[in-house]
């Protein structure tokens, strides 16, 4: 199974700030890296596909990069709304597996 | 609009069965992909089972492997996933989740149903 690290495992932040999170997968997975994003009591929703592209609906302020086996995802300017716990996913073979999650705090 | 209602959790004593049902709605449900993901109470996510459009291809983490079984009925849009041999383990929020692949070829969950909870207890 491909396992995946995330890091940090919390982050405190402020409206405004830029934050990045970073994925580590086991071996390459080449651009098969989700981000989603989770508030408490609710599912997840995808944010980012591919380990770059930008799901519809999703504020620009989102951005992925990343190949083979490093990835990050990077939020420009923090809202309120963007406190909440991130994952990666890799989508390359079953099982598909998370990442351990990030809690960006205030 | 698409949606996907989870239902089915409750309280289970250990080496008991529940089955849990994923109704969906909005979409042609018989032409995607669909997990089960759980997620333990303050834990992170974790992928139980997947199956096919046409239930070809079935997969399980080896945590279940032998003891849930997932299924499909297109002609009701239902997925379900029949849990036996429950652990205090298995204590999760059970999410239905929807495969996505769009033009890129990129997979992704791009809906999920609001969860059941399964609490395995004695």
């Known amino acids: 199974d491909i396992q995946m690290t995330q890091s940090p495992s919390s982050l405190s932040a402020s409206v405004g700030d830029r934050v990045t999170i970073t994925c580590r997968a086991s071996?390459?997975?080449?651009?098969?890296l989700n981000w989603y994003q989770q508030k408490p009591g609710k599912a997840p929703k995808v944010l980012i596909y591919g380990a770059s592209s930008l799901q519809s609906g999703v504020p620009s302020r989102f951005s992925g990069s990343g190949s083979g086996t490093d990835f990050t995802l990077t939020i420009s300017s923090l809202q309120p709304e963007d406190f909440a716990t991130y994952y990666c996913q890799q989508s390359y073979s079953t099982p598909i597996t998370f990442g351990q999650g990030t809690r960006l705090e205030i | 609009e698409v949606q996907l209602v989870d239902s089915g959790g409750g309280l289970v004593k250990p080496g008991g069965s529940l089955r849990l049902s994923c109704a969906a709605s909005?979409?042609?449900?018989?032409?995607?992909?669909f997990n089960w993901v759980r997620q333990a109470p303050g834990k992170g996510l974790e992928w139980v089972s997947s199956?096919?459009?046409?239930?070809?291809?079935?997969y399980y983490a080896d945590s279940v492997k032998g003891r849930f079984t997932i299924s499909r009925d297109n002609a009701r849009n239902s997925l379900s996933l029949q849990m036996n041999s429950l652990r205090a383990e298995d204590t999760a929020v059970y999410y239905c989740?929807?495969?996505?692949?769009?033009?890129?070829?990129?997979?992704?969950?791009?809906?999920w149903g609001q969860g059941t909870l399964v609490t395995v207890s004695s």
């Open positions: 909005g979409f042609t449900f018989s032409s995607y992909s």
């Open positions: 989740a929807r495969d996505y692949y769009g033009g890129s070829g990129y997979k992704r969950i791009d809906n």
């Open positions: 071996q390459s997975i080449s651009s098969y």
């Open positions: 199956i096919s459009t046409g239930s070809s291809y079935i």
